[in-house]
């Protein structure tokens, strides 16, 4: 009964709060509005809701909700704080987030009516502006109502313009290339499979607007016995903002296709750009050898021995086996 009873009060609470339309009577009224501004002790009247700044300077906002609105009813005794996502361009956009002081008993607003929070503007955030996406009301833990199908209820809804502290105008910079594998290794053979396994470091900066995560690729050619077979792009993982990225390449085939030859893989190309959209991509040789000690990024994998099966008994233990086989296990001019 006790789960009954809190269940149903959750339900009251959150879904059926915002799914209701408005009264008729109210419909001419705003749910509330939203102001930004830099100066938290100047007179709100003098607030200009909207603010253009840079990434240093600290930002605070005001929500103010329209307390005779019914879908508030259940709502303020349960509020512990208000949190906002600001969305800017981009694809996908870049997100900034703003809360106010989260308490553990309910909260009211000022005399001006405000729940007053501030903005986090992160280092290296794109310049552009950033408008409102989602205003949420938290109450209890883990406990939240979302307002995003009501923004557009809210008037003045403020926006935020940031300025790059710098003007970019350049790309990216690679630095260098650190390598965690061998350049030679022996191929590694497992079941039916053989495969070879590649880490290494690209180390890389963009102080200004910093590096857009999703843009940075890496590719490698691949030579079986001196023949391209293949172009793969190994999975790099971005660190420390972007400071870095940390890839693997594994690659694998039936063990028929690599028991008697030898793989290369070849360093092809590198790209990536800052979060205005400046691209820089490396393919000339001489460039990419410039990345890593005046070397173009090569790595070498031999047949290795093949792992032999106890109840199958070879010829001659010290040779690696050859493939394809020749004849049948019972034929006097069979090979392995």
């Not at 509020?79 to 308490?103: F, M, S, V, Y």
């Not at 290369?264 to 990345?291: C, M, P, Q, Y």
């Amino acid at each position: 009964m006790k789960q009954v009873i809190i269940s149903l009060f959750l339900i009251l609470v959150t879904a059926p709060l915002f799914a209701q339309s408005l009264p008729a009577e109210t419909s001419t009224q705003k749910l509330g509005k939203v102001l930004f501004f830099l100066d938290p002790e100047a007179p709100f009247n003098q607030q200009p809701g909207s603010v253009h700044v840079s990434e240093v300077d600290p930002i605070f906002f005001c929500v103010q909700l329209n307390e005779q609105d019914p879908r508030f009813a259940h709502v303020f005794n349960a509020l512990r704080g208000l949190e906002i996502t600001l969305e800017g361009e981009g694809d996908p956009p870049q997100k900034l987030t703003g809360h106010t002081r989260l308490r553990n008993q309910g909260v009211r607003p000022n005399a001006q009516g405000c729940y007053i929070g501030q903005v986090k503007v992160p280092f290296g955030v794109p310049p552009g502006k950033y408008k409102i996406s989602e205003i949420d009301l938290l109450l209890a833990p883990r406990q939240s109502v979302s307002l995003r199908e009501e923004l557009s209820e809210f008037a003045p809804l403020g926006e935020i313009e940031i300025d790059s502290p710098q003007h970019d105008l350049d790309p990216p910079i690679l630095e260098k290339i650190i390598t965690y594998t061998p350049s030679e290794a022996l191929m590694h053979y497992g079941g039916n499979v053989a495969s070879a396994k590649v880490r290494f470091r690209v180390v890389t900066s963009d102080s200004i607007s910093g590096i857009q995560p999703d843009s940075f690729h890496v590719f490698f050619k691949v030579f079986l016995n001196g023949v391209l077979i293949d172009i793969v792009e190994p999975l790099c993982t971005p660190k420390l903002s972007n400071l870095y990225y940390n890839c693997r390449l594994y690659f694998s085939r039936a063990i028929p296709d690599l028991k008697a030859v030898t793989v290369k893989f070849v360093l092809d190309s590198i790209s990536l750009s800052d979060r205005l959209g400046h691209a820089l991509e490396i393919n000339e040789i001489k460039r990419l050898k410039a990345l890593f000690e005046g070397n173009l990024l090569t790595y070498t994998f031999r047949p290795g021995k093949i792992k032999k099966k106890t109840y199958m008994q070879l010829p001659n233990e010290k040779e690696d086996v050859k493939w394809p086989p020749v004849g049948s296990p019972h034929d006097e001019k069979y090979e392995y």
